[in-house]
């Protein structure tokens, strides 16, 4: 029922900043939490960050706390990633996705996801 498509990716460098969107189609939508996930070669998919439908809660992995701030604009149909003070180990492909229930940083519990964009963080 939800279909998503990421947007914003590419290079930058390190101390530098960037913004994910991801658009998203579907009846009910603003029910959903939405999450963002990125996974790097060779590397297991990692939770980034996460928001509730109606964004009173949200959650930061360690690794990007105070860099990284996750947003949603229902009426939009969309939700963002602000990316600041990128380090190269955030280079990976990002995905967004989307849940109904169940662990908010457990990428096995999310419904729906999209195809992923890809970030380059050079130093």
């Known amino acids: 029922q939800v279909q998503l498509v990421e947007s914003g990716g590419g290079s930058a460098q390190a101390g530098g900043s960037l913004r994910l969107s991801c658009a998203a189609s579907?009846?009910?939508?603003?029910?959903?939490?939405m999450g963002w996930f990125r996974q790097a070669p060779g590397k297991e998919r990692e939770f980034v960050a996460a928001?509730?439908?109606?964004?009173?809660?949200?959650y930061y992995a360690d690794s990007v706390k105070g860099r990284f701030t996750i947003s949603r604009d229902n009426a939009k149909r969309a939700l963002y990633l602000q990316m600041s003070s990128l380090k190269s180990e955030d280079t990976a492909v990002y995905l967004c996705?989307?849940?109904?229930?169940?662990?908010?940083?457990?990428?096995?519990?999310?419904?729906?996801w999209g195809q992923g964009t890809q970030v380059t963080v050079s130093s």
């Open positions: 996705a989307a849940r109904r229930s169940g662990r908010y940083n457990y990428a096995a519990d999310y419904d729906y």
């Open positions: 579907g009846v009910f939508f603003s029910t959903y939490a």
């Open positions: 928001i509730s439908w109606n964004s009173i809660t949200k």
